[in-house]
């Protein structure tokens, strides 16, 4: 078992820019989440996907962010045009059962 | 509206017991987590409460009170390696809301 992959693991881009983060979910996992983390606001929940389908994306801060699940082993979180504020690390996790959800390493993105 | 309080940062002595509490206030309720994060690092998973009550599992222990909306996280014999973000959070349907975690300090 892999874990949950995402990649990539560090990335710096300016302002404006458009920044895509991937993850890839444990084989068979149902669900899958982006989170958000950053020191003043913690682990903030952005989107989740049920059967790549999006169920919530209540956590999703504006139209610059968007998430896609076109199948089931693969997401992607873009953000377009990226900000200075989004900078964060970018955790996806997923879970079969709902008793134990796993996270991938994160994405720490830094926007200049 | 969704509250999940935990105290910002703890110390304590290696070898020693730390507790750390977690109250909640949220919309729904199938469970509560407790992970483990170090800096630079993923979440890890620890433990899982859904009835009311302790769950052991060897230093970690976890308790679980529904009708009070409180849980904690007991650590025996506290290592070094222990000092670490440990995040409380709750499950509404199927998604986690987490606390803002709690900072423990390990010292020699």
């Known amino acids: 078992d892999a874990g949950v992959i995402q990649s990539p693991r560090h990335e710096v881009t300016e302002m404006g820019q458009e920044v895509t983060l991937r993850c890839k979910p444990i084989?068979?996992?149902?669900?899958l989440f982006w989170y958000r983390q950053t020191m003043m606001r913690g682990l903030e929940l952005l989107i989740y996907?049920?059967?790549?389908?999006?169920?919530?994306d209540s956590g999703m801060p504006e139209d610059r962010f968007s998430a896609k699940m076109p199948n089931a082993s693969f997401s992607t979180l873009k953000i377009q045009p990226s900000e200075p504020r989004d900078s964060a690390v970018y955790f996806c996790?997923?879970?079969?059962?709902?008793?134990?959800?796993?996270f991938g390493s994160g994405t720490r993105l830094t926007v200049v | 509206g969704q509250n999940i309080d935990q105290p910002t940062e703890m110390t304590a002595t290696e070898g020693a017991i730390v507790q750390i509490n977690c109250t909640y206030q949220t919309s729904g309720f199938n469970g509560l987590f407790w992970y483990q994060q170090h800096a630079g690092e993923a979440p890890t998973f620890l433990s899982y409460n859904v009835l009311d009550g302790l769950e052991e599992k060897g230093r970690f222990s976890s308790f679980l009170s529904r009708s009070k909306g409180y849980s904690y996280l007991l650590l025996k014999e506290l290592q070094m390696k222990d000092s670490a973000s440990y995040l409380c959070?709750?499950?509404?349907?199927?998604?986690?809301?987490f606390g803002t975690g709690t900072r423990l300090l390990v010292s020699p």
């Open positions: 084989s068979g996992h149902d669900y």
């Open positions: 959070a709750v499950r509404e349907d199927q998604k986690l809301v």
């Open positions: 996907f049920n059967n790549n389908v999006p169920i919530d």
């Open positions: 996790a997923s879970t079969q059962d709902g008793a134990r959800y796993t």
